[in-house]
T-cell receptor, first 114, second 112 residues
């Protein structure tokens, strides 16, 4: 399984873009990059995932480098409600059972400040 | 839309007591999961059920049992609770392996 590395914490000013980095230098060709976030003590919330192309949805954009060794989650206009722990996970989509399960690390605590 | 519903939301147990945490999803998802989260830690997988009728151990299964009662429900049982099982427990589900998880709001369990 690809191990991901994220900074433990980041700050962002309200209204500005929040760019959250993730390194996954050992990622294999069939492993997707998933992003989740956990607000306070709630259950984690799915944000976005991608394989090699950049992805965008109503919540965020995911930029994956050409060599796939790192990625960046972009929240285009961060609000106070985006304050949360953000998890980057690399995992294969090609298998069921244990090989498809998501493994959560400690993530990045993003603090959006007024 | 209810999504994933967990009951109870809070529970205090004495060491040695047993209890069952309930989880139900109304999204017709095939796979269901139980995670635990300790302070300052990420989520650790306890058990999962890839489809109705199957269950498998995750990373930290000791001290727990599970039952996939039907496609909607996946319960987690503590037969003899220990203080080390004090944690927040999250249930999750997903429709297929290449889709994201939907999580419940958690059960906060304290074992004294």
């Amino acid at each position: 399984d690809a191990k991901t590395t994220q900074p433990p914490s980041m700050d962002c000013a309200e209204g500005r873009a929040a760019n959250l980095p993730c390194n996954h230098s050992t990622i294999s060709g069939n492993e997707y990059v998933y992003w989740y976030r956990q607000i306070h003590s709630q259950g984690p919330q799915y944000i976005i995932h991608g394989l090699k192309n950049n992805e965008t949805n109503e919540m965020a954009s995911l930029i994956i480098t050409e060599d796939r060794k790192s990625s960046t989650l972009i929240l285009p206009h961060a609000t106070l409600r985006d304050t949360a722990v953000y998890y980057c996970i690399a995992r294969s989509n090609h298998y069921g059972g244990s090989q498809g399960n998501l493994i959560f690390g400690k993530g990045t605590k993003l603090s959006v400040k007024p | 839309n209810a999504g994933v519903t967990q009951t109870p939301k809070f529970q205090v147990l004495k060491t040695g007591q047993s209890m069952t945490l309930q989880c139900a999803q109304d999204m017709n998802h095939n796979s269901m999961y139980w995670y635990r989260q300790d302070p300052g830690m990420g989520l650790r997988l306890i058990y999962y059920s890839a489809s109705e009728g199957t269950t498998d151990k995750g990373e930290v299964p000791n001290g727990y049992n599970v039952s996939r009662l039907n496609k909607r429900e996946f319960s987690l049982r503590l037969e003899s609770a220990a203080p080390s099982q004090t944690s927040v427990y999250f249930c999750a589900s997903r429709v297929e392996v290449n889709y994201g998880y939907t999580f419940g709001s958690g059960t906060r369990l304290t074992v004294v």
